[in-house]
T-cell receptor, first 115, second 110 residues
């Protein structure tokens, strides 16, 4: 298995531009998570999907952020418009089932820099 | 809300020395998971602890869950340069919502 796949790996954009991050979870996993990691705030859960349905988006910072999961093998996280404070590493993770004690498999992350 | 703190924040050790990181929660932990993130990498699952007082070992790594389920620790015996990275604990709070600790960054000096 290729593991969780994220693209792009690096993104540099200018303030005000739209940014779309992509994630392909591990086949058969029905839970998908988007995280943001910064030095100041650590690892923060942004949104959680189960069976393609958004269950909890309380971690999404503001309306500029949106996430979709149109099918079991693809999810996007969009920032529009982007701001310098959005600069961070964004991780996608997937796991099986809904039980709380399933390990999460993280993708390699997308390092976003907003100038 | 729940906070999961780890100490120390940073630790530099000489290769061969032992290392311990502590994970403390403001509330009772449900299940605790430990992850390792290499520099420039992504978090990788190490282990999960479920029962009060549980101790698990993986080669040179020893994981412990406190009796009151409010803390956990990871101990590495005789560190090696391959142990470099940031170690995170994560509490699942009994649901899907994983609360990650602040992390301990380990540097091993050869």
């Amino acid at each position: 298995d290729a593991g969780v796949i994220q693209s792009p790996r690096h993104e540099v954009t200018e303030m005000g531009q739209e940014v779309t991050l992509r994630c392909k979870p591990i086949s058969g996993h029905n839970s998908l998570f988007w995280y943001r990691q910064t030095m100041m705030r650590g690892l923060e859960l942004l949104i959680y999907f189960n069976n393609n349905v958004p269950i909890d988006d309380s971690g999404m910072p503001e309306d500029r952020f949106s996430a979709k999961m149109p099918n079991a093998s693809f999810s996007t996280l969009k920032i529009q418009p982007s701001e310098p404070r959005d600069s961070a590493v964004y991780f996608c993770a997937s796991s099986t089932g809904t039980r709380s004690y399933n390990e999460q498999f993280f993708g390699p992350g997308t390092r976003l820099t907003v100038l | 809300g729940q906070q999961v703190m780890q100490i120390p924040q940073y630790q530099h050790v000489q290769e061969g020395e032992d290392f311990t990181t502590y994970c403390n929660s403001s509330t009772t932990l449900s299940n605790i998971q430990w992850y390792k993130q290499r520099p420039g990498g992504h978090p990788v699952f190490l282990i999960q602890l479920v029962k009060s007082g549980e101790v698990k070992k993986q080669k040179r790594l020893t994981f412990q869950f406190g009796e009151a389920k409010k803390n956990s620790s990871l101990h590495i015996t005789a560190t090696q340069t391959t142990d470099v990275g940031t170690y995170f604990c994560a509490d699942t709070s009994g649901t899907y919502k994983y609360i990650f600790g602040t992390g301990t960054r380990l540097k091993v000096l050869a």
